[in-house]
């Protein structure tokens, strides 16, 4: 059983890959999944725990002519959405959330350019707002991410502290069914879900979703 109490990216990749007994030098494939596994299992255990996530300012610049805007890594919802006009750029107007449809119907042509009025999701990774912008306006956009994944550049998080089990049997379940050892990925869910089962989820979400951040563009 692995050391979960100091459970980090780097173990769980490790603790992957003795389970498997895939994931050497040479087996490629593994090797290759192995972090898209752990970050999508991430941000599916999020959804289960119903994590709505940190609070992010995110400060960015609007370009001239481009309606889509990206959002940060690890979005989940906008509270807010800002910028800054006038002659100075001092002078904060408030962007309204409409659909999608909406802001396609009152803005078809996207090439005529004006002070943006309204904002919508466009995917899970960007926003789209109307009208198109005339002009390279600052911005600040509230926004509710799912907390500090996991990565070689940042080795703990709250699931390797608080949910590290549950954690790791998710990805294992998932690492088996990729590796077609259908006959122990059962195995592994029904020891993730008695994990799932054993959290206090309310708690774990009150102390992530109170948490917050600063990121800057």
């Given at each position: 059983?692995?050391?979960?109490?100091?459970?980090?990216y780097?173990?769980?990749?490790?603790d992957?890959?003795?389970?498997?007994?895939r994931?050497d030098?040479?087996?490629e494939?593994?090797?290759?999944?192995i972090?898209?596994v752990?970050?999508?299992?991430?941000?599916?255990?999020?959804?289960?725990?119903?994590?709505q996530?940190v609070l992010?300012?995110?400060?960015?610049?609007?370009?001239t002519?481009?309606?889509?805007?990206?959002?940060?890594?690890g979005?989940?919802?906008t509270?807010?959405?800002?910028?800054?006009?006038?002659?100075?750029m001092?002078v904060?107007?408030?962007l309204r959330?409409?659909?999608f449809?909406?802001?396609?119907?009152?803005?078809?042509?996207?090439?005529?350019?004006a002070?943006p009025?309204?904002?919508a999701?466009?995917?899970?990774?960007?926003w789209?707002?109307g009208s198109t912008?005339?002009?390279?306006?600052?911005?600040?956009a509230m926004?509710?991410?799912i907390p500090d994944?996991?990565?070689s550049?940042?080795?703990?998080?709250?699931?390797t502290?608080?949910?590290?089990?549950?954690?790791?049997?998710?990805?294992?379940?998932a690492?088996?069914?990729?590796?077609k050892h259908d006959?122990?990925?059962?195995?592994w869910?029904?020891e993730?879900e008695?994990q799932?089962n054993?959290?206090?989820?309310?708690?774990?979400?009150?102390?992530?979703?109170?948490?917050?951040?600063?990121s800057?563009?």
């Open positions: 059983m692995p050391d979960t109490a100091v459970m980090t780097d173990s769980l990749v490790q992957l890959k003795d389970y498997l007994e994931g030098a040479s087996d494939t593994v090797l290759r999944q972090p898209r752990i970050a999508n299992t991430q941000r599916s255990l999020a959804d289960r725990l119903k994590i996530g992010v300012p995110m400060l960015s610049t609007m370009q002519g481009q309606n889509v805007i990206a959002k940060p890594d979005w989940r919802s509270v807010s959405f800002n910028y800054g006009s006038g002659v100075n001092n904060n107007r408030t959330a409409r659909g449809e909406y802001i396609r119907t009152l803005y078809p042509i996207t090439t005529n350019l002070p009025e309204f904002y999701d466009y995917d899970l990774e960007h789209i707002v912008p005339d002009r390279d306006y600052p911005f600040e926004v509710y991410c994944l996991l990565s550049e940042n080795q703990q998080n709250y699931l502290k608080y949910a590290p089990f549950l954690l790791l049997y998710s990805c294992l379940a690492m088996e069914m990729l590796v006959e122990r990925m059962p195995m869910k029904a993730a008695s799932f054993a959290i206090n989820t309310e708690d774990l979400r009150r102390m992530v979703d109170r948490g917050q951040i600063r800057t563009d």
